[in-house]
């Protein structure tokens, strides 16, 4: 692999510095700690000859003295400070500068949730220094802390369920609330408290709670619970629940879909996404139906896993103290659980050509007033926003994909160990990222996102061409390994 050389400046001196092409960015980030003499927990940015951030990885562009970057510590080693300092900056450092699990310090001692509240709220004020203008691009990803079984222990659901309350309070400015309207959010800068929060702020954006009439106790309560109900796996989790709802709301506001399709099919789409994946084993249908598991059994084979998300999803609703719908007609009721199973159903990919070829035959005469054509659109948006990672910024997607091919070897192991047939695209023996990634947006992605974009045209720079780069990206690193193994050959 190619050695890269960068030139930069830092402390007034001239340093360089050589990495090889192909290892990750902690080992970038560890070579320049070195330059500043830094503790393995600081966290540096790096800037262009221009001013601006750039990302601290393996592609950071080589360059010469000339047009040498520039290298500055920001913020101090926060692990090695007094116990003053406030419990939500250490996790924050944590899990934007190492790959470290995040851990609420287990110190016998009660959370103070006043530094939280306070952490959040700077956090807010100062949003345009977060990842999204490149602070942060870069980093690794951060990691949920392991627990015993699938799910957080309760522990933990305690401390986000007191700090989701405390911080709900909180004003969400108008930066904030604008960035949530885009695909170039970055999930992984945010607590899971602080995204109940921000899910809050969509339900109350679109007017669900003033529409449906929706008390704010009630909406937390369901938010929270649909938050236990994701299991600490490692993509189809609530991050991902979080990252899918995001896209839905974005993409409602993008197309000004409020302006086209009722309020209350909006709702079916938001929250279709928030619980299409509820109670997910980390095993996809076609294990589940080999394994001949519970769920394939309940459900005759027929979509298990997303039956189970439905079916966990109306069991939350019918808790009194999370029944958001308490207050619907009937008939609201009617359409708005006929709706949800319809789309999160929808999300089985073994119906994928058969929903995308049915939307293709209504665009030439589409009608937003139709019915069927309403219900196609509606299953696309939700499909959309479940498989959009490659939509967003590469430094924001690609630990997904790790996080997604660390699940599907997950389940090959397992299938492996049981006997079961192996699912290719999930064999750790056989499979690589770019690999996996080339096909997957070649034959699934781009035909999907372009039929979307003869509807609304606006989504052709917000999805469809980060699509498009995102392809090219990984069509070159697998030129690269196709290279590489063909000079290994003897």
């Keep these: 692999m190619t050695l890269k050389v960068i030139y930069f400046m830092v402390n007034g001196r001239l340093d360089h510095a050589e990495f090889r092409t192909d290892c990750s960015s902690t080992d970038v980030k ?3 700690r070195a330059s500043v003499e830094a503790g393995p927990h600081n966290i540096l940015t790096m800037y262009d000859a221009e001013g601006n951030v750039v990302n601290i990885s393996p592609s950071l562009t080589a360059n010469d003295v000339n047009t040498c970057y520039r290298l500055e510590v920001v913020a101090s080693d926060l692990q090695n400070r007094a116990l003053a300092v406030p419990t939500e900056l250490r996790n924050m450092d944590n899990r934007l500068e190492n790959l470290e699990t995040k851990v609420l310090e287990d110190t016998g001692k009660t959370t103070d949730l006043k530094s939280q509240v306070e952490s959040f709220k700077r956090k807010l004020e100062n949003v345009e220094h977060q990842s999204w203008i490149g602070l942060f691009k870069g980093q690794e990803r ?3 802390r392991a627990s015993q079984g699938h799910r957080p222990v ?3 659901q305690a401390q986000v369920r007191r700090t989701f309350r405390h911080m709900s309070s909180l004003h969400v400015n108008d930066k904030v609330r604008e960035y949530l ?3 170039l959010f970055d999930n992984w800068q945010w607590e899971e408290a602080e995204m109940l929060v921000l899910l809050q702020v969509m339900y109350t954006d679109l007017d669900f709670l003033t529409a449906f009439h929706i008390e704010v106790d009630v909406l937390q309560n369901f938010l929270f619970e649909v938050y236990r109900h994701y299991n600490n796996i490692p993509f189809h989790n609530f991050q991902h629940c979080f990252c899918v709802t995001q896209m839905m709301y974005g993409l409602i506001w993008l197309t000004d879909l409020r302006s086209k399709l009722e309020r209350i099919d909006l709702f079916v ?3 279709s996404a928030l619980c299409h ?3 997910h084993p980390g095993y996809n249908n076609v294990y589940q139906i080999n394994a ?3 769920l394939a059994l309940r459900y005759n084979d027929i979509s298990p896993l997303e039956n189970h998300h439905c079916a966990v999803a109306f069991a939350i609703l019918a808790k009194p103290e999370c029944n958001i719908l308490k207050s619907l007609t009937g008939n609201q009721y009617k359409h708005i659980r006929a709706g949800m199973i319809k789309c999160i159903l929808a999300t089985d990919m073994a119906r994928h050509n058969e929903i995308l070829n049915k939307f293709k035959v209504t665009l030439p005469v589409f009608d937003f007033k139709t019915e069927g054509h309403k219900e196609v659109l509606m299953k696309i948006l939700v499909k959309v926003s479940d498989i959009s990672n490659e939509a967003r910024p590469m430094a924001v997607a690609e630990p997904w994909l790790d996080c997604l091919l660390q699940e599907f070897f997950n389940q090959s192991d397992s299938e492996k160990l049981k006997g079961l047939p192996v699912t290719p695209f999930m064999d750790r023996d056989k499979v690589s990222k770019p690999s996996s990634q080339t096909g997957f947006i070649r034959f699934v992605l ?16 917000h999805i469809l061409e980060p699509v498009r780069k995102a392809l090219d990206y990984y069509s070159d690193l697998e030129k690269e390994a196709q290279a590489e193994a063909g000079c290994a050959k003897p």
Excluded: I
């Design 292 to 294: 001949r598991t519970d």
């Design 30 to 32: 560890d070579l320049l």
């Design 154 to 156: 309760q522990d933990e």
């Design 446 to 461: 781009l035909p999907l996102f372009t039929e979307l974009t003869k509807l609304f045209p606006c989504l052709e720079q």
């Design 277 to 279: 994946d509820l109670d």
């Design 269 to 271: 789409m938001l929250t």
């Design 181 to 183: 309207k885009t695909p």
């Design 142 to 144: 951060p990691q949920r």
